[in-house]
């Protein structure tokens, strides 16, 4: 190194190696694997222009956590979606139209990473945990909240427009489809060198082991996480039940359930919801609920659609290990004597495919049940400023070969079926929104539950089941030693 005296002091000049070095290669971008996430890089054509596929295909759902990214200036992502069509649905770029796709700097994989704050009265930051209590639940009065997830000099870019919203993910800088090409692209100007792309808010089932922890800690007596089998990969099998122990077992009992198309993430947001609604609702005390927030877990770890999908049949296909386990669980259930008055499935779809809430199905022999309920719940919720569907589905199905429609053949439950979708393009929901639709859906079902319908539903139901215990009690003794008949038959088949 060579010193030479200039106006300004003292100032090194490079060496000639130094000199004539040849300019530093940035690594290139990569997606760091994370449960249940599948965009790949494939090609790097320029160090801010990056394309992606998704590994395995799947044409509902993406997310990746991207590693290496350019900080000076603004980064392209671009998603091929081309051969990646599903047997029941096309990879159509053009359903994601008006697509605003979310991004966070936060581990994705940390329950810390979906609580949202919001601004009260008194211009304190409160946690929307609604399971923190005390002063815990507050997080000071300034600008962004107190937290530890997004570094405080970027938190502002993930605070709502009036200032009195926060959460750790944010829509990004832009998103455009391309029909013509089938491809999707999403820019980008990044802060920070690791960030997560992903279609909308995900859960996960590494979120879901964290949410279940947190709420065994916040009501040990109020929530029992029954952990029924394992998944062929080895993940659990989840059922919680809320008010497990405190009520009288003939008491009514709602089912819920999330993801039985593993990709579709809102569906679990609005578990969680009803979770938190009944939780910290004591009118709703009386009430059982069992609530699967992830049905398939493997589905979800690997982003595969409809692994589990209208499976509830030995025939023609064999019955896989899940379907098998939840069915066996609720039957051992009901010969206790306990009802499933309820069974309700979430979905989501996709952005241009419907509003914040759809129905799909009503079962063609509930109608009048169907349409009451779709009538009240849309109601409730486009009173609170939600966009909402037809009252009437999309078709009167009795989905038998789907858990709902298993649980009203075999148990005579009361089926209900839900789209739910966040990012729809003119009115894109926060996190604490799309949980809202679970507080505004446990709230309408807990006043059927205990409205003078409801509890008569309840006694033909109690009826059936005293019933049904006579009749297979018998059926122990006689048909099935007779007729050696297979579990999975009666499961299925024959009425057990």
Known sequence: MLLVITAGGWTALPTFAQAGAPPTTPPPITTIPSDGFNMKVVEQPTPYYVITTLDPPVFNWFAGTFTNLPTDKEVTIGLNMNAMDHTINNADVSKWVGLKTVMTYTDPNRLEAYEWF????????????????????????????????????????????????????????????????????????????????????PFTYTVQRQVISHLNKAYPKRVQCHSIGHTPQGRDLIILEVNPKRIDKSNPTVLLLAREHATEQDASWVTKGVLDYTLTHPELDNITWLVIPLYDPDGASNSTFD???????????????EVYTYARWLVDRYNLGRTIDLAVSLHNIECTEGTHIESPTIRSNQREFGLAFNTRIFKHLSDEGYLVGRHEPWEYSLSNFRMHGWCALRLHALNLAFEINSRYPTKQLNLKRTEMIGYILADEIGKFINSQEGKINHDILLDYLRQHILEHEHWLRETAATHGQSELYNLFINAF
């Open 118 to 201: 919001e601004k009260d009265e008194q211009g304190r930051w409160v946690s929307g945990d609604s399971y923190k209590i005390g002063d815990n639940k507050y997080a000071g009065t300034g600008q962004t909240p107190i937290q530890s997830m997004i570094p405080e000099r970027f938190a502002i870019q993930f605070l709502s427009p009036d200032g009195k919203y926060w959460q750790p993910w944010r829509e990004v800088d832009s998103a455009e489809s391309v029909a013509s090409l089938n491809i999707f692209r999403i820019k980008q100007h990044f802060d920070l060198p690791t960030a997560t792309i992903a279609m909308r808010i």
């Open 307 to 321: 692994s589990l999908t209208n499976r509830w049949s030995d025939n023609p296909t064999p019955v896989p290990t």
